[in-house]
Each structure stands twice: as structure tokens, then as C-alpha cells.
């Protein structure tokens, strides 16, 4: 079974560029997550998608921040203007059903921001 | 909001010692407990959970985790550690009947051979 895809591996901007990452879950898992894990943090959920609609977007900073999931499988992640305080790794992760709490986790994107 | 605490941000032990990793929850309401494990270069796996029943529960590896509801604990442990468990260790949680998962800082263990 091939896991959770994401990319790029590695991004490095400058302040207020804007960057996008992709995410493409396992085949038929219909909850999408994205996480931000700054250095020496724990992972912080952004956004948790169930199929193509939002089910929790209240830790995502909407003023730069955007997800879509448009037909329901892959996602994207963006950020526009980007910020000092976004360099981070950024963590996708997919689970078959909402409820299953099982959370299968993409390598991540690092980002630097310059 | 639920907090999780990991007081152990480093760990280093020589092979075939026990292994005993912290982790603390704030909310006192029934949760779902989890540890996830990041090997050097690899992604995060879960490592066991707990939702009910038996509060000691197995993982894979040897791990296994005792949920202790009085103490909002629920600390990892494994009898003999090898060289191949260097490896970063997240404690999370999740509220009964929402995904939302809130990780600890997480650990690092050394193994040294």
C-alpha cells in the first residue's frame, strides 16, 4: 500500500513569498490533515478535511494560510505572504474514515523562510 | 483546550536498559491516548493506542503504555531498549469523539550501543 505523498520535500523562500505544498493521501482515505510542526514542538494540527469539505480550520491562520481539497483527494496547502515564524515542517496525514483516529503520516515539507 | 506534557525532551540510555517515557494530559474528560514514533528519516507511526478497556495496552516493538486516569498519565515503557528504538516519541491526545489530535513535544532517545 503506498503511503502519503507529499512535496516538495524542501522549500526555502524569502519573507512575504508565497509557497504552495501538495499532499495526496493513501487510496480511500477520506480524512486529510495538515500539520505544522516547528522545531522542537509537538505536530499542530492547521486543517482536517472529511472528502472535499472543511471539518476543522480553526487553528489555521486565514490571513495567510489556505487548503483546498477540491475533489476530494489530493490537497494543497498555501501560504501568502509567507513569514519568518512559518519555518516549519509540514506534516499530511490521511485516515480512512473520520473517527478512526488512526493517522497515517506524509514525510513532511521543511520549509525555511529567509 | 487540552494540553499534553512530555517532561523528558532527551533520553539517552545504553542497550538493555528499561525505557520509561512520561507523558501528562490536562482535560479530565475520557480521551483517546496515543504514541506516535519518528525514526532517524522516516515519518511518524503510530506506536500504540488506548481508547478503552485493559489500561495497559501493546504496541508493536516491544512498547507497551499504561493509562493511569487519576494521574491523567499515560507513560510508555519498554523492558529492554536496542539500538534501533533512537527515535523521536510524541504523546498524543484526542477528546472522546474528536479526531483533533493535540501532540507533546515529544523525546528523544539515544540509544547507545
Known amino acids: 500500500e503506498a503511503g502519503v505523498a507529499q512535496s516538495p520535500r524542501y522549500k526555502i523562500i524569502e519573507k512575504r513569498q508565497s509557497v504552495a505544498f501538495w499532499c495526496n493521501p493513501i487510496?480511500?482515505?477520506?480524512?486529510l490533515y495538515w500539520y505544522q510542526q516547528i522545531l522542537g514542538q509537538g505536530p499542530k494540527l492547521l486543517i482536517q478535511?472529511?472528502?472535499?469539505?472543511?471539518?476543522?480550520d480553526s487553528q489555521l491562520p486565514k490571513d495567510r494560510f489556505s487548503a483546498e481539497r477540491l475533489k476530494g483527494v489530493d490537497s494543497t496547502l498555501k501560504i501568502q505572504p509567507a513569514k519568518l515564524e512559518d519555518s516549519a515542517v509540514y506534516l499530511c496525514?490521511?485516515?480512512?474514515?473520520?473517527?478512526?483516529?488512526?493517522?497515517?503520516f506524509g514525510p513532511g515539507t521543511r520549509l525555511t523562510v529567509t | 483546550a487540552q494540553s499534553v506534557s512530555q517532561h523528558n525532551h532527551h533520553v539517552i540510555l545504553s542497550e538493555a536498559a528499561s525505557l520509561e517515557l512520561g507523558c501528562n494530559y490536562s482535560?479530565?474528560?475520557?480521551?483517546?491516548l496515543f504514541w506516535y514514533v519518528q525514526y532517524p528519516g522516516q515519518h511518524l507511526q503510530l506506536l500504540l493506542k488506548?481508547?478503552?478497556?485493559?489500561?495497559l495496552v501493546k504496541g508493536i516493538k516491544g512498547f507497551e503504555a499504561e493509562f493511569i486516569k487519576s494521574k491523567f498519565s499515560f507513560n510508555l515503557r519498554k523492558p529492554s531498549v536496542q539500538w534501533s528504538d533512537t527515535a523521536e516519541y510524541f504523546c498524543?491526545?484526542?477528546?472522546?469523539?474528536?479526531?483533533?489530535?493535540?501532540f507533546g513535544t515529544g523525546t528523544r532517545l539515544t540509544i547507545i550501543p
Open positions: 478535511f472529511q472528502n472535499n469539505g472543511v471539518v476543522d
Open positions: 496525514a490521511s485516515s480512512t474514515r473520520q473517527g478512526s483516529y488512526e493517522q497515517y
Open positions: 488506548y481508547f478503552s478497556g485493559d489500561p
Open positions: 482535560y479530565g474528560g475520557t480521551v483517546n
Open positions: 487510496s480511500g482515505h477520506a480524512t
Open positions: 498524543a491526545v484526542a477528546d472522546f469523539g474528536n479526531e483533533k489530535l493535540t
